[in-house]
């Protein structure tokens, strides 16, 4: 929970930070966006606007490109970074790139194990049934570490495609405006680390009873 915690306020503060920088290009995010998108031959994909903070997401079942309030029509460094890192998703998604296939296709079973380990473990302990309760748990959170070590690569490729594209095309300028987008798009990267990290912690958790033949304390 703390390195959750920390990362999660890391990227708020360095968002905050670069969206008080604005780029030399005068592209708001939806327009920095979609100009990524028609350089790679993409017409198919709509960006929109979308409520909250940093609520940006890339849907691929509709090819709908979402960014939120303080990116898409906002003409900061930090929201050409991530406006472009959202767009590297839908690069991801034409080109067929695996770990976004391997991702997509386990959305529901990960959604799935999220919404019962909610309840499961009340139900395990109502009905005395500790170890049975452990083991289904273990699976639980063992599908969302899966999904969490999947999504990796997929976020780190999609950051790598929004620096080298936003450089190459001089959307951001090389030095403050380039060391921005580096800063804003790292610390994002921090959060799916935190995220793998505690989701491993957690299948320990339930995992090292079994195997240590403590699960009936």
């Avoid at 100009?35 to 929109?48: F, H, K, N, P, S």
């Avoid at 770990?99 to 139900?123: D, N, Q």
């Avoid at 452990?134 to 690569?153: D, E, K, R």
Wanted: hydrophobic share 50%; no cysteine.
């Amino acid at each position: 929970m703390a390195i959750s915690l920390i990362a999660g306020a890391r990227v708020k503060s360095k968002f905050r930070r670069w969206s008080d920088v604005e780029a030399t290009s005068g592209l708001t995010g939806a327009q920095a966006a979609s100009q990524i998108l028609r350089q790679a031959g993409i017409y198919d994909v709509e960006v929109v606007p979308y409520a909250g903070v940093l609520s940006d997401h890339y849907d691929p079942l509709h090819k709908r490109l979402a960014l939120s309030e303080t990116v898409y029509g906002h003409r900061s460094v930090a929201a050409l970074g991530v406006a472009a890192h959202e767009a590297g998703h839908a690069l991801q998604h034409a080109q067929a790139y695996a770990p976004l296939a391997w991702r997509m296709s386990a959305v529901k079973i990960t959604s799935f194990a999220s919404g019962a380990m909610m309840f499961l473990p009340i139900v395990f302990s109502l009905l005395g049934l500790l170890k049975l309760g452990l083991l289904v748990m273990a699976g639980g959170m063992a599908i969302i570490m899966l999904f969490n070590l999947v999504t990796l690569p997929v976020e780190f490729d999609a950051s790598r495609r929004a620096k080298a594209l936003l450089a190459r095309s001089g959307m951001i300028r090389p030095g403050e405006e380039e060391r921005g987008v580096n800063e804003v798009l790292d610390a994002a990267g921090l959060t799916y680390v935190a995220a793998f990290v505690s989701s491993l912690a957690y299948l320990l958790y339930y995992l090292l009873p079994l195997l240590t033949g403590r699960s009936d304390d």
